[in-house]
């Protein structure tokens, strides 16, 4: 599967239907997605991709936590230090969630983790901000696509599952604060906006990136996506995948416009 080449050929793709969101228009569950844990898990092959997802999804928000934790450290008021600390502990309570749930399914939440740490951790350094704005659109664009896929993904999910990764996908406010910042910013030098949009450009392709190393260097997820289990998920087709990309990029161009950048 070469998501990598699916993703940059969708940025050029032709405009796709209107949809509420980057998931795409609902449809009715089939197969996995109509049925619940207790059902689904009853297949091995479905149980180790539902593990390595929430083991992918809970150190991505423990690494949210740290980031956030971090970039406050460079806010430059109090009020903006409070504001990502209250943003920080969100983010925690989202890893809490996720290690919960591994955990009450037998899973130690530390071994579902380990595979993802260093390409994470990869990730956070290859795109370590060099300030204030910087971070704010990290957290905005980076964290956004990020949370774009695992929406798509959740799609596929028994409906337990589902609901757990799309309730620790919410919105800790983060989007609302960076765009009233970022824009404050850019009306009071108007050249900040030139270096923020190439940084914003950087980060989608690091994240679409990232997207495909998540899955593709783990055999039960991509199978869960690409194939189907045992016969009870559709998974995504190789012109699904385009779609897929197609509606990230596009939500990713509507969140470049909210901020005021060039996409």
Same mark, same amino acid.
């Given at each position: 599967?070469?998501?990598?080449?699916?993703? +940059?050929?969708? +940025?050029?793709?032709?405009?796709?239907?209107?949809?509420?969101?980057?998931?795409? @228009?609902?449809?009715?569950?089939?197969?996995?997605?109509?049925?619940?844990?207790?059902?689904?898990?009853?297949?091995?092959?479905?149980?180790?991709?539902?593990?390595?997802?929430?083991?992918?999804?809970?150190?991505?928000?423990?690494?949210?936590?740290?980031?956030?934790?971090?970039? =406050?450290?460079?806010?430059?008021?109090?009020?903006?230090?409070?504001?990502?600390?209250?943003?920080?502990?969100?983010?925690?309570?989202?890893?809490?969630? !996720?290690?919960?749930?591994?955990?009450?399914?037998?899973?130690?939440?530390?071994?579902?983790?380990?595979?993802?740490?260093?390409?994470?951790?990869?990730?956070?350094?290859? &795109?370590?901000?060099?300030?204030?704005?910087?971070?704010?659109?990290?957290?905005?664009?980076?964290?956004?696509?990020?949370?774009?896929?695992?929406?798509?993904? =959740? &799609?596929? !999910?028994?409906?337990?599952?589902?609901?757990?990764?799309?309730?620790?996908?919410?919105?800790?406010?983060?989007?609302?604060?960076?765009?009233?910042?970022?824009?404050?910013?850019?009306?009071?030098?108007?050249?900040?906006?030139?270096?923020?949009?190439?940084? @914003?450009?950087?980060?989608?392709?690091?994240?679409?990136?990232?997207?495909?190393?998540?899955?593709?260097?783990?055999?039960?997820?991509?199978?869960?996506?690409?194939?189907?289990?045992?016969?009870?998920?559709?998974?995504?087709?190789?012109?699904?995948?385009?779609?897929?990309?197609?509606?990230? &990029?596009? =939500?990713?161009?509507?969140?470049?416009?909210?901020?005021?950048?060039? @996409?």
């Amino acid at each position: 599967m070469r998501f990598m080449e699916t993703a +940059e050929n969708a +940025e050029n793709a032709e405009n796709t239907p209107n949809t509420e969101s980057a998931t795409g @228009a609902e449809e009715q569950p089939v197969g996995i997605a109509a049925q619940d844990w207790a059902t689904a898990a009853a297949s091995p092959q479905y149980r180790a991709a539902v593990v390595d997802l929430l083991g992918a999804l809970a150190y991505g928000e423990l690494a949210a936590f740290e980031r956030l934790a971090e970039d =406050a450290k460079l806010a430059p008021t109090l009020a903006d230090k409070a504001e990502l600390a209250k943003m920080a502990s969100a983010e925690f309570h989202h890893f809490e969630r !996720l290690r919960d749930r591994l955990a009450a399914v037998d899973v130690d939440p530390t071994e579902a983790m380990e595979p993802f740490a260093k390409a994470l951790d990869d990730f956070h350094r290859q &795109t370590a901000p060099s300030d204030w704005l910087e971070g704010l659109v990290k957290a905005y664009v980076g964290d956004s696509i990020a949370s774009d896929f695992y929406r798509e993904v =959740a &799609t596929h !999910l028994d409906s337990d599952t589902r609901s757990l990764v799309l309730g620790v996908l919410d919105d800790t406010g983060h989007g609302n604060f960076a765009v009233e910042k970022v824009r404050a910013a850019i009306e009071a030098d108007p050249r900040v906006g030139g270096r923020l949009a190439l940084w @914003a450009r950087r980060l989608m392709g690091e994240a679409l990136s990232q997207a495909q190393r998540v899955v593709a260097e783990r055999d039960a997820l991509s199978t869960m996506l690409v194939g189907g289990v045992d016969g009870m998920a559709a998974g995504f087709d190789l012109a699904a995948v385009g779609e897929m990309f197609t509606r990230i &990029t596009k =939500a990713h161009t509507k969140r470049m416009a909210a901020l005021g950048l060039a @996409a």
